[in-house]
């Protein structure tokens, strides 16, 4: 990227081209209906097996736990970086921060 471009994308993100409240309020939500789809499908799975005996539907309820636990240790990450570089620009300094 050449210097004009990254310089320009810093000012815009000083000015407050991106609404950093907005994505957290998003990463928020996202991390609310993650937990709300996974108590959902494995109250499903567990019904499914209570009726049919099948230990298989025990198995896809552990990998859909490990599944859904990585995807919301991904979004609480994406919102830490979001909430540091917010604070970063309304600090002031590069809101990027040598990133």
Request: aromatic letters at 8%; zero cysteines; charged letters at 25%.
């Amino acid at each position: 990227m050449s210097r004009i471009r990254l310089s320009k994308l810093l000012k815009e993100q000083q000015q407050g081209a991106v609404d950093y409240q907005y994505f957290l309020e998003q990463s928020d939500g996202l991390l609310t209906a993650v937990e709300d789809f996974q108590k959902e499908l494995s109250t499903a799975l567990e019904a499914a097996e209570e009726q049919t005996g099948n230990p298989g539907y025990k198995q896809m309820q552990n990998q859909v736990a490990r599944y859904l636990n990585g995807a919301h240790k991904q979004i609480e990450g994406m919102y830490k970086m979001i909430d540091k570089v917010q604070d970063r620009n309304l600090a002031g300094s590069d809101p990027m921060g040598g990133m």
